[in-house]
């Protein structure tokens, strides 16, 4: 049989299929920032939409539910920093409380777990990954019976623009 | 890396076959296919960590009674897919054969208290295969060796009486372990083509855990299924053989994780002659 359609065609949307979807992905020293890609993805930023506690050692919890009154923004991206002269990628998470930056961690983000690190060598704040989807992240803080339920929803954001004074000419 | 890798085999596969259509009377194929796998899999020092974890709670819970979940599934029946490319010259045919695997399972021990903890299982297993063979005008029959590259994850997380489930590291029980190991794979099947389209594959696939010369190494593989995050406590990122025993490097899961296949899968048959 004979065909005269080029099989390479076919050959190469697979192959290219498959480099696809490697993009977003990232990989690291965990081998797997699994999360980190989609959450820096499309400029990077999110709204922090509600907050939630809740007792965790007693079965169907009171839950207190507190929405933000001041615009709390979640900025994720790579942060470049030098190293005994060389160049390191950090990915990084800055928070901002309206228009001041409450925040500058190192992130380890995973799908089941987030880590915000403050320059720690060990140790870190650690949600673990109650929902994770596109455009929206639900995390849980817990520290012994007291859980804090984060939700955050992409906003596509303009990152506050803090105020700075140069001093030099 | 998985994913380079694969690409970049696929891709120097492609570029083989190419080469070599432009030599004689060939036949090139490209051949997706899906279908069914029955595994079987080395899960020993698993399942003695998961009977360790229940010694522990009898030891230190002793008046929170616990039901668990029965032991770790060996065999398992899971859909898979595979997608093959290669060339038939007169009765030979060689080919390169990307075969996925993505398992997954969970356990779940709880306490009468309401505490409990999940154990979720992960296994990504990706063969990459050359096949050999003798070809017919219905009837394929080959032998296949390559590698298989594999990443292993066990996500343990504490259970509340809420119904909450944390990963945090306010327990050093808790954690995402990973691992990634590579073996070589050997196997063989039978391909039966009805129509110049389709194709019934039936192969058997032997996954191993090491590479070949890897046990004579001069080097230790110190590979263990570990959580290396930065906020774990030092000293406890192992994930524990023994849990009657202290966290520690030594306290840990060396891979052996091997596993065997019989796949069953219908291919689409891409055929060009020249």
């Known amino acids: 049989m004979k065909s005269n359609r080029n099989p390479f065609i076919f050959g190469m949307f697979i192959l290219v299929g498959l480099l696809i979807s490697s993009c977003q992905k990232d990989e690291s020293a965990l081998h797997d920032y699994d999360l980190f890609g989609r959450l820096q993805s499309s400029g990077g930023t999110w709204k922090l939409v509600e907050i939630q506690t809740f007792q965790n050692d007693i079965p169907n919890p009171t839950i207190t539910t507190v929405v933000p009154t001041e615009d709390v923004t979640y900025h994720f991206y790579i942060r470049s920093l030098e190293v005994f002269g060389v160049l390191i990628d950090v990915a990084t998470v800055s928070i901002y409380t309206g228009e001041s930056l409450t925040g500058l961690f190192d992130c380890e983000a995973e799908k089941e777990r987030v880590v915000f690190r403050d320059g720690q060598v060990f140790g870190g704040t650690v949600y673990t990954v109650e929902k994770n989807k596109m455009n929206k992240q639900v995390w849980n803080y817990t520290f012994g019976n007291s859980t804090t339920r984060i939700t955050l929803e992409r906003c596509n954001c303009d990152i506050p623009h803090l105020g700075t004074t140069e001093g030099g000419g | ?274």
Request: overall charge negative.
């Open chain 2, 1 to 274: 890396m998985i994913r380079k890798s694969t690409s970049i085999l696929l891709l120097l596969g492609a570029w083989l076959i190419g080469e070599n259509t432009s030599l004689a009377q060939n036949e090139f194929f490209v051949s997706p296919g899906f279908g069914l796998s029955y595994s079987k899999a080395r899960l020993d020092k698993l399942q003695a960590s998961y009977d360790s974890y229940q010694s522990f709670l009898d030891q230190n819970f002793a008046n929170d009674p616990f039901t668990a979940d029965p032991n770790w599934n060996v065999t398992n029946i899971i859909p898979t897919l595979s997608l093959q490319a290669g060339l038939k010259m007169d009765k030979v045919m060689y080919g390169v054969a990307y075969v996925p695997h993505f398992m997954k399972q969970e356990r779940v021990v709880r306490r009468e208290s309401g505490y409990g903890r999940r154990f979720s299982w992960r296994e990504q297993r990706h063969d990459i295969l050359i096949d050999l063979g003798w070809s017919g005008e219905k009837v394929d029959v080959y032998g296949s060796f390559g590698a298989n590259l594999v990443n292993f994850k066990m996500v343990s997380s504490l259970i509340y009486p809420s119904g909450l489930e944390s990963v945090t590291n306010e327990f050093d029980f808790n954690g995402v372990f990973r691992l990634f190991d590579a073996g070589y794979s050997v196997g063989a099947g039978i391909r039966v083509k009805p129509l110049s389209y389709l194709a019934l594959d039936l192969r058997y696939i032997f996954s191993s855990d090491v590479l070949p010369g890897e046990n004579n190494s001069v080097i230790d593989d110190n590979s263990a299924l570990s959580d290396d995050s930065f906020a774990r406590t030092p000293g406890t990122s192992q994930y524990p053989q023994d849990y009657t025993q202290p966290l520690s490097l030594d306290n840990e899961i060396n891979p052996n994780f091997r596993r065997s296949y019989v796949q069953l899968t219908l291919h689409y048959f891409y055929r060009y002659e020249k």
